[in-house]
Structures are given as structure tokens and as C-alpha cells.
């Protein structure tokens, strides 16, 4: 009897010992794995951010006058007009006003990208568009070029603070020469990313009020 409890007490420690050994290698799995976890989180990044690394970007010149590089001067750098019923014109007199009254501020708005001029652009910004959307303290002269502005809809507002307002939304598409992400880090040079622009003219007021991806409208 002595020697089959004594067996027994030895078959007893092993299991033991086998159950001790299964949890500690079960433990150092777990930690593995949360520091495997922590590491794959750590790695999350936004979408934006995975395309600002995979775009080669020219080094930003604060210096340079896009104005005297030939090269860009030679690129179209008009503003082509779309209409919704599919007529496009490219605006080469300055005459915005004659095909559609909000057009003037995509001139405006391109004017101040090319001169990198920021207050020039935040004035065409409402509040709320610029809290929302707030542009970089600091941009280069932008080689913009190939811009088209096509006007996607259009609606008289009935709400009680904003009245009569004249809401546009227009998809905006353009490249930049020697992008250098100052001022758009998302696409790269020769690239056109669609934007869409809410503008809206109240009275003598025409500002941009909203901008949002146009990804996915024709």
C-alpha cells in the first residue's frame, strides 16, 4: 500500500509540474502577444498620413517665384467652367461673372494659392469653414495648373438664419507642379484630387463654406 500511494504521489507531481510548465508558457504567449498588439496599434495611422509617406515631395523653397520658372508658365493656368448640362469654357478674360455669379471666387482662391498668400486665402473662408478646415500657417508660391471647376448643384436656402442664401456645390479638381505637400500633402505632383466646394452668396457675399473629398463624383 505504502508504495502505491508513493506512486501515486509521484504521478500526482508530475501533472503538476506538466500544469505549472503549460501555464508559464501560456503566460509568456499572452505578454508576446500583447506587446504584438501594442505594437500593431502603435502602427495605426490615418489614412492621410499613409499617403503623405508614399508621396516623394519636392524640398518646399519659400525663395522661389513660380512666376519665373518657364517651365510652369507654359502649363494652362486658367480656370475651365463645367455647366450641369455638361458645356465647359475655359476663362481667359477674367469675365467670371458671365457663366456663373461665384466663379470669381475660384479666382480668387487660385490667385492666392499661386502667390501663397494665406490671408488672401483665409478671407474666402467663412468662420466655420475656416475652424473646420483650417489652412496652413505657412504655404510656397503653388504651381497650380490644369484647374476645372464643375457646378454640381444648386439650392435656395429656406432655413431661418440663413434665408435666401444661394448654396452651390462645385467639384474642384487641379494639379500642382513640383508639389512640395506645403499646402496639400495629399496627392503628389501631376496628381488631381477631387475636392468638393460648398459656396455661398448672401447678398454682395460670396464665401467658401464648406470642402469635403469628391471622391467617387464624376
Known amino acids: 500500500m505504502k508504495k502505491a500511494g508513493a506512486n501515486s504521489r509521484g504521478i500526482f507531481g508530475s501533472i503538476l509540474i506538466l500544469f ?10 499572452y505578454l508576446s ?34 512666376f519665373k520658372d518657364p ?15 455638361g458645356v ?56 497650380v495648373y490644369d484647374i476645372n471647376v464643375s457646378l454640381k448643384s444648386a439650392v435656395i436656402s429656406e432655413e431661418e438664419d440663413t434665408y435666401g442664401d444661394k448654396i452651390y456645390v462645385f467639384r474642384v479638381t487641379y494639379k500642382i507642379m513640383k508639389n512640395d505637400g506645403t499646402f496639400r500633402a495629399d496627392m503628389g505632383s501631376g496628381e488631381a484630387l477631387p475636392q468638393l466646394f460648398e459656396v455661398t452668396v448672401r447678398g454682395d457675399s460670396t464665401l467658401i463654406t464648406d470642402i469635403g473629398s469628391a471622391k467617387g463624383i464624376s
Open 71 to 85: 517651365a510652369y508658365l507654359d502649363l494652362n493656368r486658367y480656370i475651365e467652367y463645367s455647366s450641369p448640362d
Open 33 to 66: 502577444g500583447m506587446k504584438e498588439d501594442s505594437n500593431f496599434y502603435e502602427d495605426i495611422q490615418t489614412e492621410t498620413e499613409k499617403q503623405t509617406q508614399r508621396i516623394d515631395f519636392e524640398e518646399p523653397d519659400y525663395e522661389a517665384d513660380i
Open 20 to 29: 505549472v510548465c503549460a501555464l508559464l508558457v501560456a503566460g509568456v504567449n
Open 88 to 143: 465647359s469654357v475655359t476663362v481667359v478674360d477674367g469675365a467670371y461673372g458671365r457663366y456663373h455669379e461665384a466663379l470669381h471666387i475660384f479666382a480668387s482662391y487660385f490667385d492666392a494659392l499661386m502667390n501663397g498668400d494665406t490671408e488672401a486665402l483665409a478671407a474666402l473662408y467663412s468662420e466655420e469653414c475656416l475652424a473646420e478646415h483650417p489652412i496652413p500657417e505657412q504655404f510656397t508660391m503653388q504651381r
